[in-house]
């Protein structure tokens, strides 16, 4: 069974920084494409971050140049840097990866951030 289990998320200061990770486990045989959604409260769940297995990244508009995806291959791992976070960043924090042999999509279960003013 994959698993996907982030970290690294809490409080922080606007203006201040945090950095997720997202390990995956289990028995997965390629792994696509990974990144982050993020969900506020009464809102719906938008991209954040994607990172293909080349290594090729697209980021939302409103965290390009303050967040930095990144992932090691080696360690099943998925990384955000996220910089100068602002009170608009809070949210829940989920990672995904896709299948690359059968385009099927697996979550993590996600990680509170919290940016106070």
């Known amino acids: 069974q994959v698993q996907l289990v982030e970290s690294g998320g809490g409080l922080v200061q606007a203006g201040g920084s945090l950095r997720l990770s997202c390990a995956v486990s289990?028995?997965?045989?390629?792994?696509?494409?990974m990144g982050w959604y993020r969900q506020a409260p009464g809102k719906q769940r938008d991209l954040v971050a994607a990172?293909?297995?080349?290594?090729?990244?697209n980021y939302a508009d409103s965290v390009k140049g303050r967040f930095t995806i990144s992932r090691d291959n080696s360690r099943n791992t998925v990384y955000l840097q996220m910089n100068s976070l602002k009170p608009e960043d809070t949210a829940v924090y989920y990672c995904y990866l896709l299948s690359s042999s059968t385009g099927r999509a697996y979550w993590g279960q996600g990680t509170q951030v919290t940016v106070s003013p």
């Open positions: 289990g028995s997965i045989f390629s792994i696509g494409a």
């Open positions: 990172i293909t297995s080349g290594g090729s990244t």
